[in-house]
């Protein structure tokens, strides 16, 4: 494998680029019209246009990227996270195509992509799941109320196809349940071409708890423990770290366990995360889902175990991985990511794109890593996702790790348009979060004072 074509752009591709090139493999990037000059672009050893800047006419066009792949002469495709990323029809197309796809079989990519199907799949395979409801198709309604009276209220509306918080609505009132259910079918039809949902119980006061799995495809695999992203906004990630603060050794052991007998039950093949929820006064856990991907989060992990991810997702599709062994993987301190936004935290966390005038990250700071997909001078456009970079810290202990985390983004600049940065240094200097005390309304619940400081 000589060269490989990088489905994806912004920090991923960049992410992808650097293991590439330790590995001593060739990069192609794919691009808009609106990422022409992208940092990603730059940095490839070839690049192709494949449309205008909306993803729907370009990254998510299949056949564009394929005829890229071609045209380069690239012999495999990652696809790194959103976009094409767990889409199994273009994994399927790929491998018809003659290329290698690093990333899971489409067989898995199907079977954990409905989310009600992978909650069969994971009940059968012994992992403990969220009490939930059968699917409803779009404008099914009969035997609804039935099922939420079983789930109980509060409850959520999920999307079957629904992924990153998108598709998620909560229920408190019975008598908004319909309305509610109808909304999120027309949504995820147009959003996802599939329109049909589920009920889930809601968790008051849960945390959100991964765990990093790799499997062989012949039904082995490992895992390379958990990560706690129980920091969210709008059901999406702020802050995740590993290891889950205050999570007790023996939950640990059998969430890693539940995790692993769903990849063996599946022969999993490569990267993946399954997704728990943990009730954070009981530490009772359910399964929530399975990514069949790299995650956005995975540097906390690589900073722990110091293993490259994508290096072994590499390896994995060229046949050149070496032989992995539970009790090798060891995990060291503690590590923190921050997911530094474009957006405003004072009006909801909505988007704010513009201009880059300013963009300096801390330089040489030790056990500092940041991901980014952009430098000074570049444009956040409203046509992506506004994240500027990932600032991750590792540190010997928990305390440490946030510390230099805080340090870290104290010494980021960025000028010219309105950030997430000191509502992130708010949140890692908060007394409740410095004592462990996470969960998934946190930012919710304490967004006063964190604005205030």
Not at 282 to 290: I, Q, V, Y
Not at 312 to 340: K, N, W
Not at 369 to 375: N, P
């Amino acid at each position: 494998m000589k060269k490989i074509l990088v489905a994806n752009r912004g920090e991923i591709a960049r992410r992808i680029f650097r293991s590439c090139r330790d590995l001593g493999i060739a990069t192609v990037a794919v691009h808009s019209e609106a990422d022409a000059d992208a940092a990603h672009v730059a940095e490839a050893n070839e690049a192709r246009l494949i449309g205008p800047a909306s993803p729907r006419e370009s990254y998510l066009v299949r056949d564009r990227v394929l005829q890229a792949a071609r045209e380069t002469g690239a012999e495999a495709i990652h696809p790194g996270y959103g976009f094409l990323s767990e889409n199994a029809d273009f994994a399927e197309e790929a491998e018809a195509a003659g290329l290698v796809w690093i990333g899971p079989t489409p067989r898995s990519i199907r079977q954990m992509g409905d989310k009600q199907r992978a909650r069969d799949i994971a009940e059968a395979a012994g992992a403990p799941v969220v009490p939930g409801s059968r699917r409803f198709e779009p404008g099914e309604l009969s035997g609804l109320a039935e099922a939420a009276e079983e789930v109980g209220f509060p409850l959520l509306v999920k999307a079957s196809a629904g992924g990153g918080g998108i598709g998620m609505r909560r229920v408190d009132d019975p008598a908004k349940l319909e309305e509610v259910v109808e909304g999120t079918q027309s949504m995820a039809g147009k959003a996802f071409g599939d329109g049909a949902v589920f009920l889930e119980r809601f968790v008051p006061k849960a945390r959100h708890v991964e765990v990093q799995v790799f499997g062989f495809g012949d039904g082995g695999a490992v895992h390379l423990f958990e990560r706690d992203c129980s920091l969210q906004r709008r059901f999406q990630k702020v802050i995740e770290e590993s290891p889950a603060p205050g999570l007790a050794g023996e939950v640990r052991a059998r969430m890693a366990e539940a995790a692993l007998k769903l990849c063996r039950a599946t022969s999993y093949r490569g990267a993946g995360t399954v997704e728990f929820i943990v009730d954070a006064e009981t530490f009772e856990f359910f399964f929530l889902e399975m990514n069949t991907r790299i995650q956005v989060e995975h540097p906390v992990t690589e900073m722990v175990t110091g293993r490259d991810l994508v290096a072994m997702q590499i390896e994995l599709a060229r046949g050149t991985l070496p032989t992995l062994d539970q009790d090798g993987i060891l995990s060291r301190g503690h590590a923190v990511e921050c997911r530094l936004y474009a957006e405003n935290p004072a009006k909801m966390f909505m988007p704010s794109p513009g201009p880059l005038d300013v963009l300096a990250f801390p330089d040489g700071m030790e056990h500092v890593r940041v991901d980014s997909g952009y430098r000074q001078g570049d444009m956040v456009t409203p046509h992506y996702d506004p994240m500027i970079a990932k600032v991750i810290a590792w540190g010997e202990t928990r305390d440490e790790a946030r510390a230099r985390a805080a340090e870290a983004l104290r010494a980021t600049r960025v000028e010219g348009i309105r950030t997430n940065l000191a509502f992130l240094v708010a949140c890692l200097e908060d007394e409740a979060f410095a004592a462990g005390d996470v969960h998934t309304g946190f930012i919710e619940t304490r967004r006063g004072e964190l604005l205030v400081a």
